[in-house]
């Protein structure tokens, strides 16, 4: 039998341990890309693949008939300024798909407070109806963009990107 005080200790790891393992379970490792100056949590049961440029695209499984993916596209100095940077994005997604329409932007915060504006773009690709949530982040030195992918039908996309979104920072 237990005392009150070794039982109560053990109540309290156990606790713990629970706690410990739902914080983050749509987590599964951090993707650290020095040379780009970047790093982000990755959703569990994703992997990284190589990207066009020297950053890896995060796939994931595919609940629908597009694998959802989470690629940082561009990373720019600042001297051109966010809100010309976000028109040109918009206007070269527009501009390279004639199906390509803005549906929302808004401000997002990630950790360590840095800014970001995440815009909607519905869009078509393959004859498959997709969404793309562009996370334009505003660092002091340089901004970068992430585009992160689903199909049009994956209810669950979103939160999920956002919640790996929140974890972005921009190295120093």
């Known amino acids: 039998m237990l005392n009150g005080d070794i039982a109560m200790r ?67 100095g600042r001297e051109f300024g966010m809100k010309n940077y976000i028109l040109d994005v918009v206007g070269n997604m527009e501009r390279g798909s004639p199906k390509a329409k803005k549906q929302s932007e808004k401000e997002f915060a990630a950790g360590a407070g840095l800014k970001a504006t995440k815009i909607l773009v519905t869009d078509e690709m ?25 199909s049009e039908a994956d209810e669950t996309a979103e939160a999920l990107f956002d919640a790996a979104m929140k974890t972005f920072t921009i190295l120093k």
């Not at 749509?26 to 190589?50: I, N, Q, R």
């Not at 498959?128 to 689903?150: E, P, W």
Request: charged residues 10%.
């Open 10 to 76: 053990l109540l309290t790891c156990l606790t713990l341990c629970l706690i410990a393992a739902t914080v983050h379970p749509c987590f599964a490792e951090t993707y650290t890309d020095k040379e780009a100056g970047f790093s982000y949590v990755v959703p569990a049961g994703w992997h990284l693949v190589p990207g066009a440029e020297q950053t890896k695209i995060a796939a994931g499984p595919s609940t629908t008939n597009v694998n959802p993916n989470i690629n940082v596209a561009t990373i720019v």
């Open 126 to 150: 393959n004859g498959k109806k997709i969404r793309q949530y562009c996370y334009l982040f505003a660092g002091n030195a340089k901004s970068i963009v992430v585009m992160c992918t689903c």
